[in-house]
């Protein structure tokens, strides 16, 4: 398996509250990605990055925001989190190069905002 | 109109059953093609790529068709273990990131 790990694997937080999402790398690996999954949309891009300090917003990134000082971290700040933030969290890394774009999850973690 | 969209399930089969799954894509200039299961609460993992001549990996094959956007999953023989979610997911570039289906969810019967 590749080397990702996502912590925590489960918050509980309250409203209004700023929450961090850590996704720690081992395979050195370019491109790293946080995607949110709900029951009837699937796996939603929030933000990606393709290198240190490099980041991109993506579908759902609103009241999200990261970072990524170096090549193994990216962090996924919650800035304030709202009950519509309660989801499950998935972090992703892959290499980018052509012809290899397949991706590595993490295990995820579940975040519930009351 | 969605970038990928699935079937959106749920398939219920026997054991032994041949169940096909289809997914479009709304972006001809996309790239890569991917079949991913998720299991239920773990993670999405690479099930297999997509290639433009069709693939086989048992009794899974995978076919594609850029002139109609469009995206197969064969699979022969179900088994119990087989039950799962099923995304797919194509990439417009290299340098992108996955964009996936929501997923069809199947279930293998005894």
């Known amino acids: 398996d590749a080397g990702i790990t996502q912590s925590p694997r489960h918050k509980v937080t309250e409203t209004g509250t700023p929450v961090t999402l850590r996704c720690h790398q081992t395979?050195?690996?370019?491109?790293m990605y946080w995607y949110r999954q709900d029951p009837g949309h699937g796996l939603r891009l929030i933000h990606y990055?393709?290198?240190?300090?490099?980041?991109d917003k993506g579908e759902v990134s609103d009241g999200y925001s990261v970072s990524r000082s170096k090549t193994e971290d990216f962090l996924l700040t919650l800035e304030s989190a709202t009950s519509s933030q309660t989801s499950v969290y998935f972090c992703?890394?892959?290499?980018?190069?052509?012809?290899?774009?397949?991706?590595?999850f993490g295990q995820g973690t579940r975040l519930t905002v009351v | 109109r969605k970038e990928v969209e699935q079937d959106p399930g749920p398939f219920n089969v026997p054991e032994g059953a041949t169940v096909a799954f289809n997914c479009t894509y709304s972006?001809?200039?996309?790239?890569?093609f991917f079949w991913y299961r998720q299991d239920c609460r773990k993670e999405p993992k690479l099930l297999m790529s997509?290639?433009?001549s069709g693939n086989e990996d048992g009794r899974f094959t995978a076919q594609l068709n850029r002139a109609s956007q469009y995206i197969s999953l064969l699979i022969r023989d179900s088994k119990l273990s087989d039950s799962a979610t099923y995304l797919c997911?194509?990439?417009?570039?290299?340098?992108?990131?996955?964009?996936f289906g929501k997923g069809t969810r199947l279930s293998v019967i005894a």
């Open positions: 990055s393709y290198g240190v300090k490099d980041t």
């Open positions: 997509v290639y433009s």
């Open positions: 997911v194509v990439v417009l570039s290299g340098n992108t990131p996955l964009v």
């Open positions: 395979e050195n690996h370019r491109y």
């Open positions: 972006n001809s200039a996309s790239q890569s």
């Open positions: 992703a890394i892959s290499d980018g190069r052509t012809g290899n774009t397949e991706a590595f």
